[in-house]
């Protein structure tokens, strides 16, 4: 996809080696964008390179860890080099063998990279690639329905998809006048690698209280996104978006 003045539209997308934020930037580049695939896992994020520039997308793989400043620093060096940043699909958090411990049993260490991670990383990476933003533009903050709903025995991470949301509409407020929206959504328990160690109990409440009960994938997902990254979203921003099958409604 070009902008207006007929070059290149970049989408940066964190934790895009597997599963959802695979899905996000196999979709981005289909769309047309090119595809920056920020990944802490070089091999996985140099596979998501290479499907889609297999599928005839464009992207390139970055290696990022978004829990630390210098290294997101780093990629925002990389871009500036390039040209513009159009958009930033903030997906990278901690998932996987996070929860489990009551809020008490929970250690400091624990909450402290979980909130590094998947609280302080979307903040951190933004930050440095406003500065390549000129507007029109577009950030799509991953975040949880767990936040919404309130699961037991998940306060860190609960808390840190909740900061994201008001994360969001904090940025919503502040880069509206620059012509760059600032979106979340919240997916729902989604099938794919992250969840594997998610216990049956807590997939068995997903599928006894969804509207639609079938199991959530990927690309139950990447439509919304899609949308949010496009031109028909420009109006729109500060919202906060479930995909869950109707799990949670507001």
Same mark, same amino acid.
């Given at each position: 996809?070009?902008?207006?003045?007929?070059?290149?539209?970049?989408?940066?997308?964190?934790?895009?080696?597997?599963?959802?934020?695979?899905?996000?930037?196999?979709?981005?580049?289909?769309?047309?964008?090119?595809?920056?695939?920020?990944?802490?896992?070089?091999?996985?994020?140099?596979?998501?390179?290479?499907?889609?520039?297999?599928?005839?997308?464009?992207?390139?793989?970055?290696?990022?860890?978004?829990?630390?400043?210098?290294?997101?620093?780093?990629?925002?060096?990389?871009?500036?080099?390039?040209?513009?940043?159009?958009?930033?699909?903030?997906?990278?958090? @901690?998932?996987? /063998?996070?929860?489990?411990?009551?809020?008490?049993?929970?250690?400091?260490?624990?909450?402290?990279? @979980?909130?590094?991670?998947?609280?302080?990383?979307?903040?951190?990476?933004?930050?440095?690639?406003?500065?390549?933003?000129?507007?029109?533009?577009?950030?799509?903050?991953?975040?949880?329905?767990?936040?919404?709903?309130?699961?037991?025995? @998940?306060?860190?991470?609960?808390?840190?998809?909740?900061?994201?949301?008001?994360?969001?509409?904090?940025?919503?407020?502040? @880069?509206?006048?620059?012509?760059?929206?600032?979106?979340?959504?919240?997916?729902?328990?989604?099938?794919?690698?992250?969840?594997?160690?998610?216990?049956?109990?807590?997939?068995?409440?997903?599928?006894?209280?969804?509207?639609?009960?079938?199991?959530?994938?990927?690309?139950?997902?990447? /439509?919304?996104?899609?949308?949010?990254?496009?031109?028909?979203?420009?109006?729109?921003?500060?919202?906060?978006?479930?995909?869950?099958?109707?799990?949670?409604?507001?």
């Amino acid at each position: 996809m070009t902008d207006p003045a007929g070059g290149r539209r970049t989408v940066v997308v964190t934790g895009a080696g597997r599963g959802l934020g695979e899905a996000m930037a196999r979709r981005a580049a289909a769309d047309g964008f090119h595809v920056v695939v920020a990944e802490l896992n070089e091999e996985w994020g140099a596979r998501t390179a290479a499907a889609v520039l297999e599928a005839g997308g464009t992207a390139e793989s970055v290696a990022l860890d978004v829990a630390e400043p210098a290294s997101v620093a780093a990629l925002a060096g990389r871009l500036a080099a390039d040209g513009p940043v159009y958009g930033l699909v903030n997906n990278a958090a @901690l998932a996987n /063998g996070v929860g489990g411990r009551d809020f008490q049993d929970i250690d400091v260490e624990a909450w402290d990279r @979980l909130m590094a991670v998947n609280a302080r990383g979307p903040w951190l990476v933004a930050k440095h690639l406003l500065p390549l933003m000129t507007g029109p533009g577009r950030i799509v903050n991953i975040a949880s329905d767990a936040a919404l709903y309130g699961s037991p025995r @998940l306060a860190h991470y609960i808390a840190s998809k909740g900061a994201v949301v008001a994360l969001t509409r904090a940025m919503a407020r502040e @880069l509206g006048g620059r012509d760059i929206t600032v979106n979340a959504v919240a997916p729902g328990l989604t099938e794919v690698e992250a969840t594997e160690t998610v216990p049956a109990e807590r997939h068995a409440l997903y599928a006894a209280n969804r509207a639609i009960p079938r199991p959530q994938r990927p690309d139950d997902l990447v /439509g919304l996104v899609s949308f949010l990254l496009g031109d028909e979203s420009g109006y729109l921003t500060g919202q906060v978006v479930a995909v869950n099958g109707g799990f949670t409604m507001h």
